[in-house]
């Protein structure tokens, strides 16, 4: 039994080197992805994490172009395009009749297709592949380096700027009089979240890479009430679903990215019927108020 549970589960990593880089760059963009998943459903902006992980394609698409699969010059670019997509889309909000919404659905589409078009035009179809899905098996020292400086920079600025941010969340009003200035924490918090969609990239590809924020913090919704400890159960099940992610990946010669995603979905699932936000417990207790 011992030794079943050895091969299946520690035995990968233990073997090979690209398989615990994988788990350190998976379990590292937990930490600091999924809390900011934690801020956005808080403000109501669940889908701009989306959004932005297809508007940094663009970016991403123009360094491969010139400078090849180069790290920096993609994570470069695809910070920058994230920046300008969300900078464009506040700028339509404010000087138009559309919704910020609106607009950055509008924008994100226009550069997703662009991105697309640029690789495909300029690099072959694994290019293209491995841009939009990823390869978390394929992470090699540089790309760890990234991940473990963004993770990084980004636990101390949430841990730093926690309370003006749980502020601007709940009360921006109450912010602005205090003078503080509300537009700075969010474009702060936006800077966070570009730059650990760019991070994401390498491991889980730029239409992936959202999945390992939002889907463990809309799962920890359903089990606690209070922030702190949303933001610890978001980074759980990240971690959990990366390492079940990789397990199964390795076994089943899987796309690591797809495969993660897949495992958050699953504990998403789950939370769904039985955490004490979901259907199970609600619909005993709906039972129990009608006997």
């Known amino acids: 039994m011992m030794h079943a549970l050895w091969e299946l589960g520690v035995a990968p990593f233990a073997e090979f080197a690209f398989m615990r880089r994988a788990l350190v760059a998976t379990l590292a963009l937990s930490l600091s992805a999924a809390p900011l998943g934690v801020f956005l459903t808080l403000r109501r902006m669940s889908l701009l994490g989306d959004a932005l992980s297809h508007a940094i394609l663009p970016g991403v698409a123009i360094g491969f172009m010139l400078c090849g699969l180069s790290l920096t010059a993609m994570a470069l670019g695809g910070v920058l395009a994230g920046m300008l997509v969300a900078a464009l889309a ?8 559309l919704k910020e919404d609106a607009s950055l659905a509008a924008i994100y589409l226009v550069a997703l297709a ?7 035009g300029h690099g072959t179809q694994l290019d293209l592949l491995h841009i939009l899905f990823g390869s978390a098996l394929g992470v090699d020292n540089a790309g760890l380096q990234l991940v473990a400086w963004v993770a990084s920079i980004s636990v101390l600025a949430l841990a730093a700027g926690y309370r003006g941010l749980v502020l601007e969340s709940f009360d921006p009003v109450f912010l602005a009089a205090t003078g503080h200035r509300g537009w700075l924490w969010q474009q702060g918090f936006l800077m966070l979240v570009v730059v650990n969609l760019v991070a994401g990239f390498q491991t889980l590809g730029t239409l992936m890479a959202v999945g390992l924020m939002m889907l463990p913090a809309v799962s920890a919704r359903l089990w606690h009430d209070t922030l702190p400890a949303q933001l610890l159960n978001a980074s759980a099940q990240a971690m959990l679903a990366g390492t079940a992610g990789l397990l199964l990946s390795y076994h089943l010669d899987t796309p690591s990215g797809p495969t993660i995603i897949g495992c958050a979905g699953a504990l998403y699932g789950l939370s769904l019927l039985f955490a004490p936000g979901g259907w199970l417990p609600r619909a005993l207790a709906r039972s129990h108020r009608i006997a």
């Open 90 to 97: 506040g700028w339509v909000s404010r000087t138009t009749a």
């Open 114 to 120: 662009l991105g697309v078009t640029l690789v495909s």
